[in-house]
């Protein structure tokens, strides 16, 4: 697998798993594989994500970026790390949680929204900044790009099959994707893990 960034930057497509029951994670994942997703985030306030983590890093180790998202603290960073994540993915700034992240070599994705925490961000060391809520629009990642256009952003929280290419022709470079792609409200059936895949090959093409 390539470095962790790289791999990000490459693949585009951030699963973001929250509230999923553990034991059907690993399905979860092998169907986002299958559909060629390759990143999945799993966020803290899930039942049980540290032991996922750690049971997801071993078993997709060398097929999928296992990381870890909602990490407010760099105690919790810590560990995330500890359990494999390759990545820690905020919803706000905090200089101590990206040095933590840094620290263990992990990819440092914090949370912002206006042009000057972006740039907070981006100068405390974050790789990659996610830009959240985007259901501001495309629109506002266009008029980021004039004042900012060497950060790279990744919208969040209103990315769809509808308007994912848009937030691309904006600039962004890679997509966090939650309910849109999987919905864990759903019972995890063998139907629902055949629409899982199939969605995320539609993602996939919407941003080859």
């Given at each position: 697998?390539?470095?962790?960034?790289?791999?990000?930057l490459?693949h585009?497509?951030?699963?973001?798993?929250?509230?999923?029951n553990p034991?059907?994670?690993?399905k979860?994942?092998?169907?986002?594989?299958?559909g060629g997703v390759r990143?999945?985030?799993?966020?803290?306030?899930?039942?049980g994500?540290?032991?996922s983590?750690?049971?997801?890093?071993?078993?997709?180790?060398g097929?999928?970026?296992?990381g870890?998202g909602?990490?407010?603290d760099?105690?919790t960073?810590?560990?995330?790390?500890?359990?494999g994540?390759?990545f820690?993915?905020?919803?706000t700034?905090?200089k101590?949680?990206i040095?933590?992240t840094k620290r263990?070599?992990?990819?440092?994705?914090?949370?912002a929204f206006?042009?000057?925490?972006i740039l907070?961000?981006?100068?405390?060391?974050?790789?990659?900044?996610?830009?959240?809520?985007a259901?501001?629009?495309?629109?506002y990642?266009?008029?980021?790009a004039?004042p900012?256009p060497f950060?790279?952003?990744m919208?969040?929280g209103?990315?769809s099959?509808?308007?994912?290419?848009?937030?691309?022709?904006?600039?962004?470079?890679?997509?966090?994707l939650?309910?849109s792609?999987?919905?864990?409200?759903q019972p995890v059936?063998?139907k629902?893990?055949q629409?899982?895949t199939?969605k995320?090959r539609?993602?996939v093409?919407?941003?080859?």
């Open positions: 697998m390539t470095m962790p960034l790289s791999h990000i490459e585009k497509l951030v699963a973001i798993i929250r509230g999923a034991p059907d994670l690993l979860i994942a092998e169907a986002l594989h299958e990143t999945m985030e799993i966020t803290l306030n899930s039942p994500a540290l032991a983590i750690e049971e997801l890093a071993e078993a997709m180790d097929r999928m970026l296992i870890a909602t990490v407010l760099p105690e960073a810590r560990g995330a790390l500890l359990a994540a390759r820690i993915i905020s919803p700034l905090s101590k949680t040095r933590m263990y070599g992990a990819v440092s994705i914090p949370g206006t042009t000057t925490e907070k961000a981006y100068e405390h060391g974050g790789d990659i900044i996610k830009v959240f809520p259901s501001v629009g495309a629109k990642f266009k008029d980021l004039g900012v950060i790279p952003l919208p969040t209103g990315v099959l509808d308007n994912i290419k848009d937030f691309q022709d904006a600039g962004a470079v890679a997509f966090g939650g309910s792609l999987v919905d864990t409200s059936s063998a629902y893990l629409q899982l199939a995320a539609r993602f093409q919407a941003v080859a």
